[in-house]
């Protein structure tokens, strides 16, 4: 009879086999349906991938295959992408029955009418096998609730790794613009000094002609000092960015050297790329924003397994043994009633919900800062660009103004005094040349980052592919 009731019950509560509904609100993120930033060139160009392959650098091509194949950050985006498909794999068998075996071999010692051994005993062997399967009944979709969200945290994970490498991308670009843009800062140092040096030999020889005077002599030979100091210090800072080069592309210094070479002396020259997007398509063009959505949907997820808890839940097992050629079998529902549990399982629900909206308004606030993050670096990038051409025009200028000073100081027209404070303008506006210049580039960069890096999400582009990884199964 109560068998009988089981079944009914299962049949009944079958039709309830379906997810529960969870109420949850949050606010949606709310984006202006443009730019209202200036686009550079109109966003007219080239396409916003291969954006790095556009600057025609090998060396750099060559650090960021370096850095993405050693970097320890895309190796454990790499291993977080593992373990998230291990997690569905894992739900997922929650879905299906359950078998398991159990064998047993024993000797037993016991009493016989007709004794074998001395004292009436007789040694007899048990074979015994069993077999115990079990499933639960998905009633409510709890089960599949959290494949879904392991699925969504799948997702989350390969979109991390994408960021993951587009944040390091731009890291490289941005070391290896600043090394350059040192390179060609210590050039202008030391032609400086050759400078400083030459004239310190004029002046001396015009101090020892009585055509000019001892102090002349000094001011040279403290130009010339301190050109030496800050040439020294420049070769330091250029360096140092060869040591944080080689950080990022994986601890070998001598092949970040290699790469390297021996330092061209000037910036890449990048194209523009195609700005086509609207704020609203960051929302799939970003990564992060693509992973804060993930999981935001995971949470939902999270908070429909926690409200299937709530309710009873089925299960069907069954076992079958055999001990020494007798078999025996069982085989019955169980139905397990949530009574009594002192609001623990609603209180978990409340706290799955609330995580819920937690995570809406993070992406909610991931959205709206990378909105803001792309029209601060759209007004960065055009007024980096409005000062290069200025900077440009002012390099030029006081380079011929000290050339003019330089001779008229050779022919004893003005004083050594003069020709110096003409020189220093111009090294000025050269090294303001440069850093505008490199300005540019960096925020070229930053933009290219902010929109989202170029990423892919076709099949032949999803997959996590490295040296020290490999692919993922």
Not at 405 to 416: H, P, R, T
Not at 460 to 470: M, V
Request: glycine share 8%; hydrophobic share 40%; proline share 3%.
């Amino acid at each position: 009879m109560k068998y009988r009731q089981s079944i009914a019950l299962l049949m009944a509560t079958s039709v309830a086999a379906c997810s529960v509904g969870v109420d949850v609100n949050h606010t949606q993120p709310v984006v202006a349906p443009g730019w209202h930033a200036t686009l550079p060139h109109g966003g007219s160009t080239v396409e916003l991938t291969n954006w790095w392959g556009s600057l025609g650098d090998k060396r750099l091509t060559q650090l960021m295959a370096l850095a993405e194949a050693n970097s320890p950050t895309v190796g454990s985006a790499v291993a977080s992408i593992r373990a998230a498909r291990a997690t569905v794999r894992s739900n997922q068998s929650s879905l299906l029955p359950s078998l398991t075996a159990s064998e047993t071999l024993s000797r037993k010692l016991g009493q016989s009418a007709t004794a074998s051994f001395p004292g009436g005993s007789t040694i007899s062997n048990i074979a015994s096998g069993q077999f115990d399967s079990s499933w639960e009944i998905d009633l409510f979709g709890k089960a599949r609730s959290n494949v879904n969200a392991a699925k969504y945290r799948l997702a989350g994970a390969q979109a991390s790794w994408n960021d993951a490498r587009v944040t390091l991308a731009a890291e490289v670009a941005d070391d290896y613009v600043q090394y350059r843009g040192c390179m060609l800062t210590e050039d202008v140092y030391r032609r400086s000094l050759n400078s400083q040096n030459e004239t310190l030999k004029a002046t001396g020889d015009l101090v020892n002609a009585g055509l000019a005077s001892s102090n002349d002599l000094l001011l040279a030979r403290g130009n010339a000092a301190t050109a030496s100091i800050t040439l020294t210090a420049q070769i330091a800072t250029c360096e140092a960015f060869i040591k944080t080069l080689t950080q990022l592309s994986g601890g070998d210094e001598s092949e970040t050297r290699k790469i390297l070479g021996d330092g061209i002396r000037m910036l890449p020259r990048p194209r523009t790329f195609a700005i086509k997007s609207l704020p609203a398509d960051l929302l799939r063009q970003r990564p992060d924003i693509v992973a804060s959505e993930a999981e935001m949907a995971a949470r939902l997820a999270d908070a429909g397994a926690s409200a299937a808890d709530i309710y009873p839940s089925l299960s069907l097992s069954g076992s079958l043994s055999i001990t020494n050629g007798v078999t025996g079998w069982s085989f019955g529902p169980a139905l397990s009633l949530p009574f009594f549990q002192g609001g623990a399982k609603r209180a978990a629900l409340e706290y799955s919900k609330a995580q819920y909206q937690k995570q809406a308004e993070s992406y909610r606030g991931t959205v709206l800062s990378a909105v803001a993050e792309v029209e601060t670096n759209l007004v960065k990038l055009r007024a980096a660009r409005l000062e290069s051409s200025d900077a440009a025009r002012a390099a030029d200028n006081l380079r011929q103004y000290f050339n003019a000073v330089d001779e008229n100081w050779k022919a004893g027209g003005i004083s050594l005094l003069d020709r110096e404070t003409a020189r220093r303008n111009s090294q000025s506006a050269d090294l303001t040349l440069i850093s505008i210049r490199m300005d540019v580039l960096r925020q070229w960069i930053a933009l290219f980052k902010s929109l989202g890096g170029g990423w892919s999400t076709t099949p032949g582009n999803s997959e996590p592919q490295t040296k020290t990884t490999g692919a993922l199964p």
